[in-house]
């Protein structure tokens, strides 16, 4: 007997662990899956956005299930276990891909009004949706839109510890900044209408320090304003083997830190 079940073990452990792997959808893992389109996508959905925490591991195998979509998933789907026993490096480095997200954040970028009865900012996905100026492109960011304040009147404060690494006037970005994170996430701030102080490359910044004020700088020569409605187009940039700046939707990294906003009377 004992012979037997041992014999049906190493008959069937393989195709146990064939089943588990297709199970845990290992096979649309490969090493530069944190390159491709869906990844960039992070569509995270509620489920992960209203956690305290996000475990990267944890979110790298439940998107490697799910085909890169958890916005339609209910919460008794977590966690997905066990992890793919197949290409663990390429699921390291997707997991590692979400720690240079996830790990350094600390506050939603625009902090909460006490004072009350002004109009607080409001945001959707628009994500690769259709730019045109200086030719057709897809839109790398979220847009927190300012709704019915003036240039000026939004604190923009920095999600994250990290090092200045640009600032100054883009075409596009208008007044512009951007932080280094600590774990290499690079965090852009764009159409700024001032900065709330004389910022130079290399400086230290420090996750909830204000930054400047939201505007609708850009989309001209250096100075140029009122081309679009007032907010603050936020930016999420990785460093990869082939790109320098690799664009990811930060919405659901948005509707994360909802709930660490900073309250402040302005
Ligand atoms: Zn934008």
Not at 223 to 245: A, C, K, M, S
Request: with cysteine; net charge negative; hydrophobic share 35%.
């Amino acid at each position: 007997m004992k012979i037997l079940v041992l014999l049906l073990l190493v008959l069937f452990n393989g195709a146990l662990f064939e089943f588990l792997d297709s199970y845990t959808g290992y096979e649309i893992l490969t090493a530069y899956t944190w390159e491709s389109d869906a990844f960039r996508a992070l569509k995270c959905g509620p489920g992960i956005a209203s956690k305290e925490e996000i475990d990267c591991e944890e979110l790298a195998a439940l998107m490697t299930r799910h085909g890169f979509n958890l916005q339609g998933l209910k919460k008794k789907n977590f966690p997905v276990l066990p992890f793919p026993t197949k290409r663990p490096k390429e699921f390291k480095r997707l997991a590692a891909a979400y720690h240079v997200i996830f790990d350094d954040l600390r506050f939603f970028p625009i902090p909460e009004n006490r004072s009350g009865g002004h109009a607080d900012i409001s945001y959707k996905d628009g994500w690769l949706e259709k730019r045109s100026y200086g030719g057709e492109r897809g839109h790398e960011g979220c847009d927190l839109m300012g709704d019915t304040e003036p240039a000026g009147y939004y604190p923009v404060v920095s999600m994250t510890d990290g090092v200045m690494e640009r600032v100054g006037w883009l075409e596009k970005g208008g007044w512009r900044l951007g932080v280094r994170a600590p774990s290499g996430g690079y965090f852009y701030y764009a159409h700024l209408a001032s900065y709330a102080r004389d910022w130079s490359e290399g400086d230290p910044v420090y996750a909830g320090e204000l930054l400047g004020y939201m505007g609708d700088s850009g989309y001209g020569p250096e100075g140029t304003t009122g081309q679009f409605p007032v907010h603050l187009h936020l930016g999420i940039y990785l460093r990869t083997d082939h790109y320098d700046e690799l664009s990811v939707n930060p919405y659901w990294v948005l509707r994360f830190l909802e709930k660490r906003r900073q309250k402040s009377r302005y």
